[in-house]
């Protein structure tokens, strides 16, 4: 009877799809989990890694499904939709395993479905059925997210706050250009294609500026600008804010009424299918982000990311002021937010990572006023790249991390090749974790030589291989914990 019932369930959810557009996998269970995170947050890293770590059963004690041995094997099928490109796994596992490079940066969706045959933990369920789910992991940029308040959003309206947010001390230095080329224009002036260009250039090279390493910006819609997709250069991308725009309408043949109807385009065409066709289908979502950079670029980026990761979760809350609630045919119950790269900080160091986390997220989760899902979250390293030791200094002996930097990096004064393995002391990190949000106002911190942690980027870890030439699963740090919350419930 129980079995019935679940199964009952799940026809109902796979009814919904079916309407949706959706015919595939019509009776197995499936879950849809999508990944995102802004740019270079590490989403195909943490893809690859899961991925990998299920179908070659990596180390994964947190994850209990496989540590009670009840998954008889995972592996890749054909993905649902042949309208979304592939998430190319073997690449990337390519790139990281045998060269040792990171994979390169994505700038679309992609969709990869992994299978897991499992047995239950219940005697009861296992009477009836050996376990199957599929997971199909959805990889998209987190600036495209970030479009999703434009829905509600009059052009007036973002005009307004893109000029608001261009004066912030963080940014205005990086918004003068734009800043003075849009005074220059006269909206209530004739619509000229040049003109509209010039614009649009200028303000995505704003918001590109703010998305360099040393900035480390968050906030930034329209996301195509800045991940275009296939769209770059398109009618629906050649827009940009105007200033002082009076509460009329604008004049017919105006430049402001070409913005305005080019800003309403973009929604109509490229916002508004993206979620319906991707967003509103997820059932776990997982929110990638970069704490280290932030923290290294100072309370301005930390302010940023945070009102980044407000803005993310607004647009999976439920219910009223939601445009999108209707449409969902699922609804997300979990969501995890997850700081990676956490092996660029000695052990000691990853619950230190993980309040900052906790409190962003918080924080996040009260400013956004969300209910509806389980918010967790996470220190972690997808692909651990370094071991732990300790050095001495003196009298005193301090944990470092050891691995191979990147080419080309560079830590006091010294460039590393690429090729040699050094220790390096990340830094005292404030203790409080408060001290890391205090003085969201102040200036963005100008000191290069003396950044709050020494941060570089390295090379991808060498792996052991058995003496018949194996690799042994790919290294993590709390890959497990994510997975466990992110698809452990279906397995029980
Ligand atoms: N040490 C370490 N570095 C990582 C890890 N994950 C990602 N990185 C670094 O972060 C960079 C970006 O990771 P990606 O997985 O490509 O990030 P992404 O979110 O897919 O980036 P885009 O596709 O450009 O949006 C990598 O090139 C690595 O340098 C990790 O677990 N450990
Ligand atoms: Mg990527």
């Given at each position: 009877?129980?079995?019935s019932?679940t199964?009952?369930?799940?026809?109902?959810?796979i009814a919904?799809?079916?309407?949706?557009?959706?015919?595939?996998?019509?009776?197995?269970p499936s879950?849809r989990?999508g990944v995102?995170g802004?740019?270079?947050a590490g989403?195909?890293?943490f893809?690859?890694?899961?991925?990998h770590n299920?179908?070659?059963?990596g180390?994964?004690?947190l994850?209990?499904?496989?540590?009670?041995?009840?998954?008889?094997r995972?592996f890749?099928e054909e993905?649902p939709?042949?309208a979304?490109p592939?998430?190319?796994y073997?690449d990337?596992?390519?790139?990281?395993v045998v060269?040792?490079?990171w994979p390169?940066?994505?700038?679309?969706i992609?969709?990869?479905?992994?299978t897991?045959?499992y047995?239950?933990a219940s005697?009861w369920s296992r009477?009836?059925?050996?376990?199957?789910?599929s997971?199909d992991?959805?990889d998209y940029?987190?600036?495209w997210?970030?479009?999703?308040?434009?829905l509600?959003k009059?052009?007036?309206?973002?005009?307004?706050?893109?000029?608001?947010?261009?004066?912030l001390p963080?940014?205005?230095?990086l918004?003068?250009?734009?800043?003075a080329?849009?005074a220059?224009v006269?909206?209530?002036?004739?619509?000229d294609?040049?003109?509209a260009?010039?614009?649009a250039?200028?303000?995505?090279?704003?918001?590109k500026a703010?998305?360099?390493?040393?900035?480390?910006?968050s906030?930034?819609p329209?996301g195509?600008?800045l991940m275009?997709?296939d769209?770059?250069g398109?009618?629906?991308?050649?827009?940009a804010?105007l200033?002082?725009?009076?509460?009329?309408?604008?004049?017919?043949?105006?430049?402001?009424a070409?913005?305005?109807?080019?800003?309403?385009a973009?929604?109509?065409?490229?916002?508004?299918?993206?979620?319906?066709e991707h967003?509103t289908?997820l059932?776990?979502q997982?929110?990638?982000i970069?704490?280290?950079?932030?923290l290294?670029?100072g309370?301005g980026?930390?302010?940023d990311?945070e009102?980044?990761?407000?803005?993310?979760?607004?647009?999976?809350?439920p219910g009223?002021?939601n445009f999108?609630?209707?449409?969902?045919?699922r609804?997300?119950?979990?969501i995890?937010?997850a700081?990676?790269?956490?092996?660029?900080?000695?052990?000691?160091s990853?619950?230190?990572?993980?309040?900052?986390?906790r409190?962003?997220?918080?924080?996040?989760?009260?400013?956004?006023?969300?209910?509806?899902?389980?918010?967790d979250?996470?220190?972690?390293?997808a692909?651990?790249?370094?071991?732990?030791?300790?050095v001495?200094?003196g009298?005193?002996?301090?944990?470092?991390?050891?691995?191979t930097?990147l080419?080309?990096?560079?830590?006091?004064?010294?460039?590393?090749?690429?090729?040699?393995?050094?220790?390096i002391?990340?830094?005292?990190?404030?203790?409080k974790?408060?001290a890391?949000?205090?003085?969201f106002e102040s200036?963005?911190?100008?000191?290069?030589?003396?950044?709050a942690?020494?941060?570089?980027?390295?090379?991808?870890?060498k792996l052991?291989r058995?003496?018949?030439?194996v690799?042994?699963?790919l290294?993590h740090i709390?890959?497990?914990r994510?997975l466990?919350?992110?698809?452990?419930?279906?397995?029980?």
């Amino acid at each position: 009877m129980a079995s019935s019932l679940t199964t009952f369930t799940d026809e109902a959810k796979i009814a919904l799809d079916t309407l949706s557009g959706r015919a595939a996998g019509l009776f197995a269970p499936s879950l849809r989990l999508g990944v995102t995170g802004l740019s270079r947050a590490g989403k195909t890293v943490f893809i690859s890694a899961l991925v990998h770590n299920l179908v070659h059963g990596g180390r994964l004690p947190l994850f209990e499904a496989q540590k009670s041995g009840r998954i008889a094997r995972a592996f890749l099928e054909e993905q649902p939709d042949d309208a979304v490109p592939r998430f190319q796994y073997e690449d990337h596992i390519a790139a990281l395993v045998v060269d040792r490079v990171w994979p390169d940066s994505t700038r679309a969706i992609s969709e990869l479905r992994l299978t897991i045959e499992y047995e239950s933990a219940s005697g009861w369920s296992r009477m009836f059925s050996a376990g199957k789910l599929s997971v199909d992991v959805v990889d998209y940029p987190g600036e495209w997210l970030l479009d999703l308040p434009l829905l509600g959003k009059s052009y007036a309206d973002f005009s307004r706050e893109a000029f608001e947010m261009a004066v912030l001390p963080v940014r205005v230095d990086l918004s003068r250009e734009w800043q003075a080329l849009s005074a220059s224009v006269d909206p209530n002036a004739d619509a000229d294609e040049m003109t509209a260009r010039r614009l649009a250039e200028s303000f995505a090279a704003y918001l590109k500026a703010c998305k360099l390493d040393e900035r480390a910006l968050s906030t930034l819609p329209p996301g195509r600008f800045l991940m275009p997709g296939d769209l770059e250069g398109s009618p629906a991308l050649t827009f940009a804010p105007l200033p002082k725009l009076g509460l009329g309408r604008a004049r017919y043949g105006s430049l402001q009424a070409m913005m305005e109807r080019r800003y309403e385009a973009y929604k109509t065409y490229v916002v508004k299918p993206f979620f319906r066709e991707h967003i509103t289908r997820l059932d776990r979502q997982i929110v990638l982000i970069d704490a280290l950079q932030a923290l290294n670029a100072g309370p301005g980026a930390m302010a940023d990311l945070e009102r980044a990761v407000t803005e993310i979760l607004s647009c999976f809350r439920p219910g009223r002021g939601n445009f999108l609630t209707d449409l969902f045919s699922r609804r997300i119950d979990r969501i995890l937010v997850a700081a990676t790269k956490a092996d660029h900080l000695h052990h000691e160091s990853h619950d230190w990572l993980q309040a900052i986390v906790r409190r962003l997220a918080d924080r996040a989760v009260a400013r956004a006023n969300f209910t509806g899902a389980d918010v967790d979250v996470v220190a972690m390293a997808a692909m651990r790249a370094t071991r732990e030791g300790t050095v001495k200094q003196g009298r005193e002996t301090l944990p470092v991390i050891i691995g191979t930097p990147l080419r080309g990096e560079k830590i006091n004064g010294e460039t590393f090749d690429g090729k040699t393995e050094t220790a390096i002391f990340p830094g005292d990190l404030p203790e409080k974790v408060d001290a890391v949000f205090d003085g969201f106002e102040s200036k963005h911190q100008q000191n290069d030589d003396d950044p709050a942690i020494r941060f570089v980027r390295f090379r991808p870890p060498k792996l052991e291989r058995t003496a018949e030439g194996v690799t042994l699963s790919l290294p993590h740090i709390r890959l497990d914990r994510a997975l466990q919350f992110l698809i452990g419930d279906h397995l029980a």
